[in-house]
């Protein structure tokens, strides 16, 4: 049993240095075009799927009350990242 072990423990201190000797590259986002529109896209996705595409995407969403207290007026602001807006004026 010690001996099936320590061929295990030699096994994965093996593979451990294989993986630390593998360049470690920092995550990212790549835009590729897939041949589908956002929307096509949003529409595919429960309310997870559409966050997540907001958040990879850059576009941000806000709104305020403007005014004091019972007030009605709304500011909304939406912003979208400058290579969206390129890459929508090319379709």
């Known amino acids: ?8 423990l030699h096994a994965l ?5 294989e993986l630390e000797a593998i360049p470690a ?3 990212r986002y790549e835009w590729r ?19 997540a595409l907001l958040q990879r995407s850059g576009i941000t969403f806000t709104a305020r009350v403007i005014g004091g ?5 709304r500011d909304f602001h939406i912003r979208v990242p400058e290579a969206i807006r390129l890459l929508q004026s090319e379709n």
């Open 1 to 8: 049993m010690r001996e099936r072990l320590q061929r295990q």
């Open 13 to 17: 201190d093996r593979r451990l240095a």
């Open 25 to 27: 590259r920092e995550a």
């Open 33 to 51: 075009t897939t041949g589908g529109t956002f929307g096509e896209a949003w529409r595919a996705e429960d309310t997870l799927g559409r966050r």
């Open 69 to 73: 207290r019972g007030s009605n007026a």
